[in-house]
T-cell receptor, first 114, second 112 residues
């Protein structure tokens, strides 16, 4: 069964460093999402991406964040200058099309900022 | 801001008991999903409900979407220790981009 994959599973970085989190959505899906979950808190929406542009973003997704779909398979989240409060699980999700309601989530990347 | 409230937040029961988890909102959603999440892993889809009043069954799990599409419930019959985990409801609006809004989750513990 097709699934969303994410790499790395765990990323440790120093405050102020740039990180890139990678996702491979399910093939032929058209909508892509990033969510984050701070330890012990709820899953929060960051950004949605469709047709090679951002469709919607939350107030969390400030200028330090960016997303890119560099080729036909990868979907990346970049944090330019990480802060301690960026430490969280980051989940990528994808959805097949407008008529499909379900988002399928990847296993997540645990980001630890020291 | 669309909010989803889940209750109870924590639930601890004995094996064999029945339980119901609720997900409520003041907003109307185009669809609602129930996920189960294990520690350190991503949410795994259990079911999607779309139509008001819809009922779906998945073995011992019964999911219901409210008539007004503002609330949902998850009922587990004869709970087993393997049902232990975090249950999340998430709902989407009708916009095409359709982000999901998540509830806080219900942590279920089933004791043998």
């Amino acid at each position: 069964e097709p699934e969303v994959t994410q790499t790395p599973s765990h990323q440790v970085t120093q405050m102020g460093q740039e990180v890139i989190l990678r996702c491979v959505p399910i093939s032929n899906h058209l909508y892509f999402y990033w969510y984050r979950q701070i330890l012990g808190q709820k899953v929060e929406f960051l950004v949605s991406f469709y047709n090679n542009e951002i469709s919607e973003k939350s107030e969390i997704f400030d200028d330090q964040f960016s997303v890119e779909r560099p080729d036909g398979s990868n979907f990346t989240l970049k944090i330019r200058s990480t802060k301690l409060e960026d430490s969280a699980m980051y989940f990528c999700a994808s959805r097949s099309g407008t008529s499909e309601n379900t988002q399928y989530f990847g296993p997540g990347t645990r980001l630890t900022v020291l | 801001t669309q909010l989803l409230e889940q209750s109870p937040q924590f639930l601890s029961i004995q094996e064999g008991e029945n339980l119901t988890v609720y997900c409520n909102s003041s907003s109307v959603f185009s669809s609602l999903q129930w996920y189960r999440q294990e520690p350190g892993e991503g949410p795994v889809l259990l079911v999607t409900v779309v139509t008001g009043g819809e009922v779906k069954k998945l073995k011992r799990l019964t999911f219901q979407f409210g008539d007004a599409r503002k609330d949902s419930s998850l009922h587990i019959t004869a709970a087993q220790p393997g049902d232990t985990g975090l249950y999340l409801c998430a709902a989407r609006t009708s916009t095409n981009a359709g982000k999901s809004t998540f509830g806080d989750g219900t942590t279920l513990t089933v004791k043998p």
